[in-house]
């Protein structure tokens, strides 16, 4: 697998027709991620968990963005997904949640359930759905976002996105659930070989509703351009990496 330090700058221009789907793409990172893509150019569909939501994302984008109803920890939702997309070339897993703060003390099992169900498990089911998609086109990508609590060497050493030291092991059940992500996300970009390119993506702390009533933190549109470099890589790009927003490595 083809692996360097810094991806570049510029980002490619879509194949004529590639067609994307964004999980959790009606708000945050995700809404970003899609107005951005539909700039481009790129055929885009939404994948929301409440439809309602879904088209006032795809209102307030102003475009002819699709929407299809999503909840990736159901089965059957991803399986009338895939049905109703049909082809597709770019997979952003975006869909994820984070129910909880604490570390070891305090941390329920039910948190942990919660946030492997969406995050590790429901990637999983999504990713397995639209490989026969993805496996058609010739240019398959598949982007998922992970975060930089996720590196375990991020989590034991000095980094540009995460104080680990201060949260003193907290937010058990979401970071180890992203740190599964990236061991996902190196395993099936092995099984799969060079022509699919799979990626992970550490966005940064940005202002989203991951963590209810949270104001601080940078654009997610600035993270959502690290999502659509990963999504348009040229074919002599990298597989099985961790990736910072900015385009450099991140030590898994």
Known sequence: MTEIGRLPAEIPSPEPGSVALVTGGNSGIGLETARQLLAMGVDLWIGARDLDKG??????????????????????SVAAAVQQVGQLDILVNNAGVNPGTDGVVGTT??????????????????????????????????????????????NSSPNPQFDWER??????????????????????????GEKVKVNALAPGLRRTNLIAGMSTGGNPAEAATGVVRLALLADDGPTGALWSWDGTRVPW
């Open 55 to 76: 088209h006032r994302a795809a209102a307030e984008l102003g475009s002819v963005a699709r929407v299809v109803q999503l909840d990736v920890t159901d089965p059957s």
């Open 109 to 154: 099992l039910e948190q942990l359930r919660i946030a492997y169900e969406t995050n590790v498990f429901g990637l999983i089911s999504v990713t397995q759905g639209f490989l026969p998609a993805l496996h058609r086109s010739p240019h398959p990508r598949i982007v998922n976002v992970s975060s930089g609590t996720g590196s375990l060497t991020w």
């Open 167 to 192: 949260v003193k092991g907290g937010g058990l059940a979401y970071r180890s659930s992203k740190t599964a992500v990236n061991a996902v996300t190196l395993m099936t970009a092995q099984a799969l």
